[in-house]
């Protein structure tokens, strides 16, 4: 970056000198104001020293970095102006999943150290160290060391099999295959090749593999839902809505032509704001801001439609890995309950060494005896209890994957499976944390009278009745119990933001075609002879309309002609 340097004397003493950025960006009415905004897609790019760069590391290494082989300090991150499907002059991070513990070098010295901070392990070592000395052994050599190594070797054993199976969830996950929009058409690559600048196919189901942009839907407004329980915990869908200028284009390639750029601000691990502006150059100069509604972050999904979108953050540096610490070697209650009785059982050979050592006599060599007679009570300290939890640890892990009761459950770590017999209670702050969160309708309640389940076979009639009778729109009509049930299944078959799907697109009339026995153009396309699928941000309002059409309401509503007023 460049940086103009202001001198200011106070009072020809000392001297301040401020560094100020050239071209920093800020926030102005939600649009990012920048030097470098000024310029159009279109411009060729620039490059890496007039650019933003996105990771800018001290050159200096500090003397723990030489030693790791790898700078510790962590990289600045900077806000961005993305070209889409062309060359970006800024080399941003890979777009790989990575989450095992361990790698070649690094395993044995990282296990040898997690399990040296246990008591006992470490208590053996020593016992067994003791056992080289010839003045201080009292056994041979191998009783004190080979069942240490098998601790150890069960141990490391079942930490490689967790980082083994880590290892292939990675490379299931960025092996999953995506489309990609290039000039020369359409290609197909895996999760781990996409890079910052590309345009993605997205489908229904199928997981958002970086921080994009929405550019195009399948659907003609523009809006798609998406489910992120994996990134926040919520299981309601959240609306996203396309950006206006490539929803409006003809065709996905029209979006290459226009000469596409997103300018984003730097990554960060707020999931719930974004600033940004897009561009193009063709047919005009367009800019347009964005904000989370135009957005879809890394490992949510999908729920509606097919979207096509433009990859601005990948790896490291997307929401969900910024919001993602890395995880910690766990220790279950029982080990720590084991290790502290470790402790105490220490604490009585020390007494009784110290006893034995006075009764004998305190001589010029006193401490030799000592050192033997806690060797020799180290059988109170049962090694074999270690061996014993790591086993059966390992069964317990097995039972889980291959119980019949809970199908498709994925033990992840071996080290803590008992912890699930400890459980005593499990709190929620709402339905659906540990539920399906699927609502249905139960009670209509209308002033004095209500129907429940039993008798929803009324309401059907009540509603077939008054549409039998016609429509009564802008008439003073007497309010009887079967209109007033009719004006509020009708209300809630119309008061929502609840969208149908499930219809292919190509069977769609064009607009102004009528379905038999419809006369509404706006659901040409809809076989209303079979159960429409519907989408929403709530489970509420799906369980209203799929109830009202179990009543018929909502068939009835689309037959009838409706007023100017709802016509909109």
């Not at 490391?156 to 295959?177: F, T």
């Not at 110290?354 to 060599?365: D, E, N, P, R």
């Not at 059966?392 to 912890?419: G, L």
Request: charged share 25%.
């Amino acid at each position: 970056l460049l940086y103009t340097i202001k001198f200011e004397y106070h009072a020809m003493v000392d001297v301040e000198i401020r560094l100020e950025p050239l071209g920093r960006a800020s926030p102005v009415n939600g649009v990012l104001q920048n030097d470098i905004s000024q310029s159009t897609a279109g411009d060729p790019p620039r490059n890496r020293n007039s650019a933003t760069p996105l990771l800018e590391e001290d050159s200096d290494s500090c003397g723990r970095c030489f030693y790791s082989m790898a700078c510790c300090k962590d990289p600045e991150l900077h806000e961005r102006k993305v070209y889409l499907a062309q060359p970006n002059p800024t080399k941003f991070a890979k777009n790989e999943v990575k989450n095992t513990k361990y790698n070649a070098v690094t395993f044995l010295p990282k296990v040898l150290f997690q399990q040296f901070k246990v008591f006992i392990n470490l208590y053996f070592l020593m016992v067994a160290i003791t056992q080289l000395i010839p003045i201080l052994r009292v056994t041979f050599v191998y009783t004190s060391w080979v069942p240490l190594g098998f601790v150890l070797a069960v141990t490391m054993c079942r930490e490689a099999y967790d980082d083994l199976k880590r290892r292939w969830r990675d490379a299931e996950v960025n092996s999953e295959q995506y489309k990609k929009l290039t000039p020369q058409g359409v290609v197909t690559i895996s999760s781990d090749k996409i890079a910052v600048g590309d345009i993605i196919y997205i489908g229904k189901d199928q997981r958002v593999p970086a921080d994009v942009v929405l550019l195009r839907t399948t659907e003609k407004s523009g809006s798609c839902f998406i489910r992120t329980d994996q990134l926040d915990g919520e299981t309601d869908w959240k609306l996203r809505l396309a950006v206006g200028t490539t929803q409006k284009l003809g065709a996905d390639v029209d979006i290459l032509r226009s000469g596409p750029a997103v300018y984003a601000e730097k990554p960060q691990k707020d999931i719930y704001n974004f600033i940004g502006n897009f561009f193009a150059t063709l047919p005009s100069d367009v800019e347009e801001p964005l904000n989370i509604e135009n957005t879809m972050w890394a490992n949510s999904v999908v729920a509606s439609g097919t979207a096509v979108g433009a990859v601005i953050y990948t790896g490291r540096e997307t929401r969900s890995s910024m919001n993602t610490s890395h995880p910690p070697n766990k220790m279950g209650h029982t080990d720590v309950e084991v290790n502290n009785l470790t402790k105490l059982l220490f604490l009585l050979t020390l007494c009784l060494s110290t006893a034995l050592v006075l009764l004998k006599g305190v001589t010029a060599f006193w401490y030799i005896y000592f050192m033997r007679f806690i060797v020799l009570f180290s059988n109170i300290i049962p090694i074999n209890l270690r061996v014993n939890l790591d086993l059966s640890k390992i069964w317990y892990s097995i039972c889980i994957h291959k119980d019949d009761n809970i199908p498709d459950t994925v033990v992840r770590n071996t080290t803590i499976p008992e912890e699930l017999g400890r459980i005593c209670y499990l709190l929620s702050d709402k339905t659906g944390t540990l539920t399906q969160n699927e609502m249905v309708f139960k009670k209509l309640h209308l002033g004095t009278v209500s129907f429940g389940t039993e008798s929803f076979s009324e309401v059907k009639d009540h509603v077939a009745s008054e549409y039998s009778n016609g429509s009564r729109h802008g008439s003073k009509v007497r309010k009887t119990l079967a209109f007033r049930v009719k004006e509020s299944v009708r209300a809630l078959a119309i008061c929502h933001n609840v969208t149908p799907s499930g219809c292919d697109e190509e069977e769609e009339k064009e607009d102004g075609e009528k379905e038999e026995g419809i006369d509404n153009p706006g659901l040409a396309g809809y076989d209303m002879s079979e159960k429409m699928q519907y989408q929403a941000a709530s489970p509420d309002e799906v369980a209203l309309v799929e109830w009202t059409e179990e009543v018929k309401s909502l068939f009835r509503l689309f037959q009838e002609k409706l007023p100017s007023k709802f016509q909109t």
